[in-house]
């Protein structure tokens, strides 16, 4: 049973940080690309950072600079720091697996699996 499990959203003030932590289990973890996608109120998902089992990352444009994304394959978790928010990043953080290598079709909104979600509410 594959499972992506997210946790770390929160509400903190425009310039704040929070570190949102996706842990993955039921399948072979270090094989993957993950990726984070946020969904805001009546907006589109879209994504914000991938990671892929090289350990290559890239960023939307929106947040390179401020987030950073990086993984312990030791603990099958995935991490996204969040610096200098804005109100602009609040929404739901989905963490999301998918098994083709690189991070194209991540970025295209394809994954195997997602979880949940976690809420990050961004204030002014």
């Known amino acids: 049973h594959v499972q992506l499990l997210e946790s770390g959203g929160g509400s903190v ?5 929070l570190r949102l932590s996706c842990v ?3 399948y072979t973890y270090s094989r993957y690309s993950m990726a ?5 109120p009546g907006k589109e ?31 099958n978790t995935v991490y996204l720091q969040m610096d200098s928010l804005k109100p602009e990043d609040t929404g739901i953080y989905f963490c999301a697996a998918d ?26």
């Open 13 to 17: 003030q425009a310039g704040g940080s």
């Open 24 to 26: 993955a289990s039921g």
């Open 36 to 40: 984070w996608f946020r969904q805001a």
């Open 45 to 75: 998902r879209e994504g914000v950072a991938t990671i892929d089992s090289e350990g290559s990352t890239s960023y939307a444009d929106s947040v390179k600079g401020r987030f950073t994304i990086s993984k312990d394959s030791a603990k």
């Open 99 to 124: 098994q083709f290598p690189g991070s194209r079709r991540l970025w295209l909104g394809h994954a195997d699996y997602w979880g949940q979600g976690t809420q990050v509410t961004v204030s002014s």
